[in-house]
């Protein structure tokens, strides 16, 4: 395991860090979609993204591989999760000659900065949009991002806006679906504690995210 290089580290410029992190956003039929991002913490922009519908860490990677395709930072910071400590990740980054760091168990707030990003994007976006699916939610998130990422404002950054923080940042375009589903899948049953699907056929993953462009 990688130790947590954040401690005290003064983060003076963009490319400094990055993270990246996972979340879920509910679609209307009760199914869930996973939500993978990688920010630069100094200007807080979207540097890429992805969409899948399965845990298999290939959103992940490819969300990484898009970010990296532009610029690299010093350190790159994530969770223990099993898509960030799968090979497939590190070994890109070690390629890269990107010092890795990860969050102390049960320390959340190790990777505060991409959890206040999940809470803009599910209070601003998500839960608003309530998606009948991937396409509407690949599409409406893209058109979030890029405003997130050009007007909205940041306390930290003054009148100073994300992409302009940050001069190797993405521009979110819609990337068409590579991938066809054969999937037959229970409803996802959700509570406060658990989420729970059941699969009775074999699900082949489905990505959605932005392809990066130079700028």
Known sequence: MYPYLLRDLAITRPDDIWASDI??????????????????LYSRNV???????????????????????????EIF???QGAQFTASAFTSRLE???????????GRA???????RLWRTVKYEEGYL?????GWHAQKSLGKHFDF?????????LGTARRRRSTPRAETTKPLALNFSVEVDLERTIMNRNTTHTQPRGRARPLVWGSRAIAQ
């Open 148 to 156: 997130y990422r050009d007007e909205r404002p940041h306390q930290a």
């Open 109 to 115: 707030l190790d990777n505060v900065f991409v959890e």
């Open 129 to 133: 949009r309530d998606y009948t699916d």
């Open 77 to 79: 910071n994530t969770d």
């Open 95 to 105: 390629k890269s000659g990107v010092a890795i760091s990860m969050d102390g168990r």
């Open 23 to 40: 979340t879920y956003l509910p679609l209307q039929n009760g199914f869930l979609l996973l939500l993978a991002a990688v920010i630069d």
């Open 47 to 73: 540097l890429s993204w992805r969409l899948s519908n399965t845990l298999t860490g290939d959103f992940c990677v490819e969300a990484l591989d898009a970010a990296l395709s532009r610029s690299r930072p």
